[in-house]
């Protein structure tokens, strides 16, 4: 007996899965387009307001041009690629709902790339680069400690001797410009991959999240045993898929900065070579935001398992071990009808429902009955303006207020023009009671700063008067009054200002 039947089953099992469907659709030539344009490594998720206007336009766009386009608005076909797996709709930060590829869409657009990216991808470099990474995995699943120490012994000794003649002035060889561009493809190929590869823990996170919501919400069996099937299922999760595994050595690599400081280096020298001029500006593009990709995909996967804790976490404190048995069997019950439903209903689908129960004619007593202190009066309020301290007069109300700047400005004034006072400090001092107030310090510093006087790096001591009578010393910096008739003529003009 041959294989042929086992194959057969594989190969139904891969056309059935969302991404050949979409490569074989009759309007792959519109939606795959359209996510190229919507989406790139800098938009990984859009408003679902903004992709439904912004598909309507692409689509108005292509029937202008007289290309034929599938029936429905944005809205609908949106929708529609939801329930393909091509697209995925889920809440956003601020509340509102956005779309992002899914990864049966990203390995679509990967394959697109690939078959339409005119270059051989089997050179030199290529088979070098294969060479030493099944050297490398040799080494790892080698357990034998002797064959691992004399592999590293020759890894050691060709890195030195290349090290010695490299030093000694040997020419260095450089590699050739089918092997550069081919290393580019390489490098290329492997970061389209990328964004698959996360999206798909992404996508493994979120399939046990509904899980564990749907046992909590249906299952009979204690919190307990669905939360160890919770962690259990955590644990293993980067370990027995192989997108899991994938992750877990990107998240150690990220861990060490210099791994990424060197990985930066290393594209910025690629980027700088002659050679890499033959690259598209997108390709380039790609390959700047390489670390990037890397961030934001390992961030996606953690936001998703820190959602889920925290709705297990919301779930388990709001849990009632006394509510009513009967009414959270019905709820289960509607929930479970619901999303069963919601399988196979269209966007304008509803059911009829009654939101209250019909009223019962049943005979029963007033809820409420006449209270004598309800209609009695309130007590009058108690006359306390005796009580009430004197009112200030305007002098002291004008006392407790700002500067006087008018007062003060002409006091400034005089001082200048009769040159008399030395010092801005001696000019309070011997002002009158009432322009000698702590606050009168800061407006006579004002006047200064708008006459542009320069402060010196002594201070003065100033007596100023409360309106109380109290005294207080301050000290203020030292400012000279300069007469007027000694100012140059473009002061003098500022000071009449």
């Known amino acids: 007996m041959s294989d ?76 529609q690629w939801v329930r393909q797996q091509w697209l995925y709709r889920e809440p956003g930060a601020d509340g509102q709902e956005q779309y992002r590829l899914t990864s049966h869409a990203q390995d679509a657009l990967n394959i697109i790339e690939e078959m339409t990216r005119e270059r051989s991808f089997l050179s030199g470099s290529r088979i070098t680069t294969i060479m030493e990474t099944v050297s490398r995995v040799a080494m790892d699943a080698n357990p034998d400690r002797e064959a691992r120490i004399n592999r590293l012994d020759e890894q050691i000794a060709a890195l030195t001797a290349e090290r010695e003649r490299l030093a000694l002035g040997g020419e260095i060889v450089d590699a050739s410009e089918n092997d550069l561009i081919s290393g580019f493809v390489e490098v290329l190929r492997n970061l389209d991959g990328l964004p698959g590869d996360f999206k798909r823990v992404e996508e493994s996170v979120t399939a046990m999240h509904r899980s564990i919501l749907r046992n909590l919400r249906e299952d009979e069996r204690p919190i307990g045993e669905v939360l160890d099937e919770y962690l259990h299922t955590s644990r293993n999760l980067l370990k027995t898929t192989p997108e899991g595994q994938a992750f877990e050595g990107a998240f150690e690599l990220l861990r060490n900065k210099d791994w990424l400081s060197r990985l930066r280096r290393d594209i910025d020298t690629i980027l700088t070579h002659p050679y890499a001029g033959t690259l598209l500006p997108d390709e380039q593009k790609k390959m700047r935001a390489t670390v990037e990709v890397i961030r934001s995909g390992i961030d996606d996967v953690l936001n998703r398992r820190t959602r889920l804790s925290a709705t297990l976490r919301e779930h388990i404190e709001n849990y009632d071990q006394i509510r009513n048995r009967e009414l959270d069997a019905t709820l289960r019950g509607i929930d479970r009808e619901l999303r069963t439903w919601m399988q196979t209903a269209r966007a304008r689908s509803n059911v009829e429902v009654e939101l209250f129960p019909p009223a019962l004619d049943v005979d029963h007593l007033r809820l409420r009955t006449y209270d004598t202190d309800s209609e009695r009066a309130p007590e009058p309020l108690e006359d306390v303006s005796g009580d ?22 002409r006091e400034l004034d005089q001082a200048l023009t009769t040159g008399d006072t030395d010092t801005a400090a001696a000019l309070f001092n011997r002002l009158p009671g009432d322009l000698r107030r702590p606050v009168e310090i800061l407006g006579l510093m004002h006047l200064l700063a708008r006459l542009d006087a320069m402060p010196e790096a002594d201070r003065e001591p100033v007596e100023a008067i409360r309106p109380d009578g109290s005294r207080r010393e301050f000290h203020m910096p030292k400012f000279a009054l300069v007469p007027t008739s000694e100012q140059p003529a473009d002061a003098r003009g500022d000071a009449d200002d």
């Open 4 to 79: 042929i039947e086992g194959e057969v089953a594989r190969v139904k099992d891969a056309l059935d899965r969302p991404t050949l469907q979409l490569l074989d659709r009759k309007w792959a030539a519109v939606a795959l387009p359209i996510f190229v344009c919507s989406f790139s490594q800098e938009v990984r998720s859009l408003p679902a307001e903004r992709l439904h206007a912004q598909v309507g336009t692409y689509l108005d766009e292509l029937q202008t041009a007289g290309h034929p386009v599938p029936a429905g608005n944005g809205k609908s076909l949106c929708m």
């Open 388 to 409: 009430a301290p004197e009112p200030l007069s305007l002098a002291e109300i004008r006392q407790q207020g700002g500067p006087s700047l008018g007062d003060l400005r």
